[in-house]
């Protein structure tokens, strides 16, 4: 953690392993006039009776990425789920307050939550591939979706898919073999280029790294590098080194709670709260 | 004795009884497979599939009529029972939580308990009564009646076997809940489904009951729907009731056909579920 903080204060978050430094970056100060991409605002939550998100208000700006940091059970995940209404299908939840995605209420009536989740893509914890082709996998949202009109259109699709989740070297020569064949980290860059085939706005990634060796979340980390050019990327992570390697802003949960968020940087080496702190020098959590 | 030799002991005992346990349940299987088998093959011959049954008093004769309505009945029992029975299995997993699925639940149990002649009976005042005809289509809603609780259980708890977040992959890309669970969900527990289904016709591939008076039996050879048809069940009671023992013998080798096909069902429905996982490596 302390060494972390020291590369944080340098200013440049580096990749682990030397041979291959991320590009030295400067985090792009988010224009708080700007409109973001998300605005939460006084957002509560509940299972049943238990509130588990209390009055989180946070701005997520576009082509930026923001970490999700906090405690087990500090409702980050939580939050990352509102966003896609990916909560919806537990009974009993209950949302307050209000999450606009380019100005719009997605918890409006008026709201197609088939086609918010389209436009908000998810990477999940545990990498999920469905029980078919790995061509089959990236095809799929674009069938249900009926965004291709002809054979080739979609075998383009499917292949600059792969190629944006940095898969597709690996697997040109079995596109049809089962992706359940894939090795983990693999199976979570199919995922990934699952959820960008649909073309979303907003990719949302729980986890992603959570389940796989540091060669593979070295490589899942570039890839999210490399993707915010395109999209709007929101990750929650466990791994507080990793939150300061490919985010650009950082937003630190604790007990439901939006303690602080800030431009990554700072948060790693000058929190505002003393509980940031606390938390980010590993002193808890 | 010592405190640990003690336990040992008692420990070997009760491995001893599990396992004689097993080898006491085993018997019926060995001792009617051993009966039907060794009474059923002298009577077993090609004429046996091929040659309707011979008149009173004469010997030889088959039960080609009797071995094609079996497969006639249990194919119509299929054809009522695997699309609700796999649609109500849908259900109840996918809906759990309502109360309508507890309900669909419950009955799937009951109708499960029901005694296959009351199933009999209310068939016959459904679907005999009201048109004054046995029939094969009568017989293959009794045996679909019987399948329908057993696939809707063994597809809702595959189904419920199928990861959640496979779901949520699915949902996550714009899908409906039911584009999901039948694109996704479904064909995930599809080889178990496939394997439910068999297991579920080999059970009703030997009922008697439900087709006494519903199917309930042809002398002659028919494959007409809405006319009384032969099943080898009901042939092989009417034989092994009958006073000659030719019609004895042939009882027999109709009960080891029986027997096969059930086993032949059992051993196709491993290798389905195989090939399919296999398949998706």
Redesign the interface.
């Given at each position: 953690m302390l060494l972390n903080a020291e590369a944080a204060k340098a200013g440049q978050p580096r990749a682990p392993g030397a041979d291959s430094p991320a590009p030295a970056r400067e985090s792009v100060v988010p224009n708080p006039e700007s409109d973001p991409k998300i605005a939460v605002a006084g957002l509560n939550f509940y299972y049943g009776p238990n509130r588990v998100l209390d009055g989180v208000t946070l701005k997520i700006h576009p082509n930026q990425v923001t970490a999700l940091i906090g405690p087990s059970g500090c409702g980050k995940s939580t939050f990352l789920r509102s966003l896609?209404r990916?909560n919806d299908?537990v009974?009993g939840t209950r949302v307050e307050g209000s999450i606009l995605i380019d100005g719009q209420d997605i918890y409006a009536p008026s709201v197609d939550v088939?086609?918010l989740?389209?436009r908000v893509?998810?990477v999940?914890q545990?990498s999920?591939?469905?029980?078919?082709s790995i061509f089959e996998n990236v095809a799929?949202?674009l069938r249900?979706?009926r965004m291709t009109r002809s054979r080739e259109e979609l075998g383009g699709r499917v292949e600059a898919s792969l190629k944006a989740a940095a898969l597709w070297d690996e697997v040109r020569d079995r596109l049809h073999?089962?992706a359940?064949?894939l090795s983990g980290g693999q199976q979570q860059r199919l995922?990934i280029a699952?959820?960008l085939a649909?073309e979303p706005e907003i990719l949302l990634m729980d986890e992603p790294a959570s389940a796989l060796d540091p060669i593979a979340t070295q490589r899942i980390e570039e890839l999210v590098y490399q993707l915010k050019d395109r999209y709007t990327i929101v990750i929650v992570t466990h791994n507080m080194q990793q939150a300061a390697r490919v985010s650009d802003v950082t937003a630190f949960f604790w007990l439901g709670k939006l303690i602080e968020s800030d431009l990554t940087n700072k948060i790693f080496t000058a929190p505002a709260e003393k509980l940031t702190e606390d938390y980010v020098t590993g002193r808890f959590g | 004795m010592s405190r640990t030799s003690r336990r040992k002991l008692l420990s070997a005992l009760f491995v001893g009884f599990c396992a004689l346990s097993v080898l006491l349940a085993l018997v019926p299987l060995a001792l009617i497979l051993f009966f039907v088998v060794s009474q059923g093959i002298q009577s077993l011959n090609v004429a046996f599939f091929t040659h309707m049954p011979a008149p009173v008093g004469e010997a030889g004769g088959g039960m080609a009529n009797a071995i094609v309505g079996t497969l006639i009945l249990t194919a119509l029992g299929s054809i009522f029972a695997v699309p609700i029975g796999i649609l109500s299995g849908v259900y109840t997993s996918e809906y759990g939580g309502t109360r309508l699925a507890s309900a669909i639940r419950f009955a799937a149990d009951t109708l499960n308990g029901v005694p296959s002649i009351v199933i009999g009976v209310f068939v016959y005042g459904i679907a005999v009564l009201p048109f004054k005809q046995f029939s094969a289509m009568a017989g293959g809603l009794a045996l679909g009646i019987m399948m329908i609780p057993i696939i809707a259980r063994t597809t809702e708890e595959l189904l419920l076997l199928v990861p959640g977040t496979m779901r949520e992959g699915a949902l996550a890309l714009g899908a409906t809940r039911a584009r999901a669970v039948f694109s996704v969900v479904l064909p995930a527990a599809l080889p178990g489904i496939i394997t439910g289904v068999v297991l579920a016709l080999a059970r009703i591939a030997g009922e008697t009951a439900p087709l006494l008076f519903t199917a309930f039996n042809n002398r002659f050879f028919t494959t007409k729907l809405n006319q009384p048809i032969a099943s080898l069940t009901v042939q092989v009671y009417t034989y092994a009731n009958s006073p000659y023992a030719d019609w004895h013998r042939q009882a027999w080798a109709g009960a080891l056909v029986l027997v096969s096909i059930v086993f032949l069902c059992s051993i196709f429905a491993r290798l389905a579920t195989r090939r399919l996982e296999a398949m998706r490596g």
């Open positions: 896609n990916m299908i009974p088939v086609d989740r389209r893509g998810m999940f545990k999920n591939p469905f029980p078919k799929y949202g249900i979706n073999a089962s359940l064949s995922c699952r959820a649909v | -």
